[in-house]
């Protein structure tokens, strides 16, 4: 006799992250881009005209957790001086992670 076996997945959150620093022209999109496909989070990353990157990620708790510390350190060439999270919506039909707007 076969059960029906109901795995509870982790809700997903989204979270919207603004990187400050030397974080353009020194890798830093695709530092994130690689970090976010590691960890399994969906979403975006984007440079900013003021010289920031905002990133938007989807996960669980301990995925964006994962993440906010990878942004904290940044890639070699970065140097970032601040990071500021604020809750965003979940986007349902984002299911993989890309670099937005790379010009």
């Known amino acids: ?24 022209g020194v890798g830093f999109r695709w530092f994130v881009e690689r970090e976010a496909h590691i960890l399994g989070i969906a979403g975006w990353v984007r440079n900013r005209s003021d010289g920031t990157v905002e990133v938007l990620a989807i996960g669980t708790r301990d995925q964006l957790s994962g993440l906010r510390s990878r942004l904290r350190e940044g ?3 970065a140097r970032v001086d601040d990071v500021e999270e604020s809750e965003a919506q979940p986007i349902k ?6 670099i937005e707007g790379a010009w």
């Not at 039909?93 to 890309?98: K, T, V």
């Open 1 to 24: 006799m076969l059960k029906n076996i109901v795995v509870d997945q982790p809700p997903s959150q989204a979270r919207r992250f603004l990187v400050r620093g030397r974080v353009q």
């Open 75 to 77: 890639p070699r060439a």
């Open 93 to 98: 039909e984002l299911n993989s992670f890309r």
